[in-house]
T-cell receptor
Framework: GAGVSQSPSNKVTEKGKDVELRCDPI?????LYWYRQSLGQGLEFLIY????????KSGLPSDRFSAERTGGSVSTLTIQRTQQEDSAVYLC???????????FGSGTQLSVL | KQEVTQIPAALSVPEGENLVLNCSFT??????LQWFRQDPGKGLTSLLL?????REQTSGRLNASLDKSSGRSTLYIAASQPGDSATYLC???????????FGTGTRLKVLA
């Protein structure tokens, strides 16, 4: 596609439910990043992929968070048993290679009630 | 562990002024440094990427410099316009990785 696509753009869920957030990177981009931005806060690193492997998962806040990438393309971030503190904008970015210019999607606004 | 700081946190200037935004980082063994702008409710847009071997990059009215030895980068905006109003963020990776750490940004408002 022309840019990084994230879906859904908005997600409202109840506390305790599982959610899946999707990121479709720019075609041919091998590196993919997930960040979280809470209201009025900076970007918090979650995980990045080089191809299908994740060299650095250190930013995942807890074992309720997981991410995968298949076929070197689409990535899914899964949050199990959501909590209110998970409410934030989840941003995905891709780059042609690691160390290249980052292109961001518009994000998924997650609200946990 | 890389830490990235941006000063000032907020800046308000009249249209036409030249201005400088500052970014400091603690780990100077970086591959590159990137500058972004973020408009309210939107994702980030890449502005400039400076490789570690470069000292500056220019795009239109924007010029970014990099001084690894002092752990600093600056973004210079010439002849500011109301459309430049946004939050500007810099990001630098932790040494030996491509885990980009972001500063908390400078919120710029250019008054018409």
């Amino acid at each position: 596609g022309a840019g990084v696509s994230q879906s859904p753009s908005n997600k409202v869920t109840e506390k305790g439910k599982d959610v899946e957030l999707r990121c479709d990177p720019i075609s041919g981009h091998t590196a993919l990043y997930w960040y979280r931005q809470s209201l009025g806060q900076g970007l918090e690193f979650l995980i990045y992929f080089q191809g299908n492997s994740a060299p650095d998962k250190s930013g995942l806040p807890s074992d309720r968070f997981s991410a995968e990438r298949t076929g070197g393309s689409v990535s899914t971030l899964t949050i199990q048993r959501t909590q209110q503190e998970d409410s934030a904008v989840y941003l995905c970015a891709s780059s042609l290679s690691t160390g290249g210019k980052l292109f961001f999607g518009s994000g998924t606004q997650l609200s946990v009630l | 562990k890389q830490e990235v700081t941006q000063i000032p946190a907020a800046l308000s200037v009249p249209e036409g002024e030249n201005l400088v935004l500052n970014c400091s980082f603690t780990d100077s063994a970086i591959y590159n440094l990137q500058w972004f702008r973020q408009d309210p409710g939107k994702g980030l847009t890449s502005l400039l990427l400076i490789q570690s071997s470069q000292r500056e990059q220019t795009s239109g009215r924007l010029n970014a410099s990099l001084d690894k030895s002092s752990g600093r980068s600056t973004l210079y905006i010439a002849a500011s316009q109301p459309g430049d109003s946004a939050t500007y963020l810099c990001a630098s990776p932790t040494s030996g990785t491509y885990k980009y750490i972001f500063g908390t940004g400078t919120r710029l408002k250019v008054l018409a």
